[in-house]
Nanobody
Framework: QVQLVESGGGLVQAGGSLRLSCAAS????????MGWFRQAPGKEREFVAAITWTGSSTDYADSVKGRFTISRDNAKNTVYLQMNSLKPEDTAVYCC?????????????????WGKGTLVTVSS
């Protein structure tokens, strides 16, 4: 069993930065691929970024490529999402996810555990 708790969301002006954290409980954290997803008001949930359990490979949605960076620290059971050059269209609830295999997490159907999310609001 893995429990995921996100933090770091808030209100930021366009062009600003935020760093989201996702703290995981459970000794098996390091065996899971991890991902970040987001859901804006009135829209479906969408993939943002994912990272393999070793941290050796990452994937990003085209909309965030070059601006967001996903990373993980298995010793701290934590995955991060560094978000730079934020835009108003990045406003959403951001959730972290854990699952396997990695490719299935990227597409959303391999997620075994979801966090409740943290709200990011980007003002123009």
């Amino acid at each position: 069993q893995v429990q995921l708790v996100e933090s770091g969301g808030g209100l930021v002006q366009a062009g600003g930065s935020l760093r989201l954290s996702c703290a995981a409980s459970g000794r098996t954290f390091s065996t899971y691929a991890m991902g970040w997803f987001r859901q804006a008001p009135g829209k479906e949930r969408e993939f943002v970024a994912a990272i393999t359990w070793t941290g050796s490979s990452t994937d990003y949605a085209d909309s965030v490529k070059g601006r967001f960076t996903i990373s993980r620290d298995n010793a701290k059971n934590t995955v991060y999402l560094q978000m730079n050059s934020l835009k108003p269209e990045d406003t959403a609830v951001y959730c972290c996810a854990a699952g396997n295999p990695y490719s299935a997490v990227v597409y959303g159907y391999g997620v075994a555990y979801w966090g409740k999310g943290t709200l990011v609001t980007v003002s123009s």
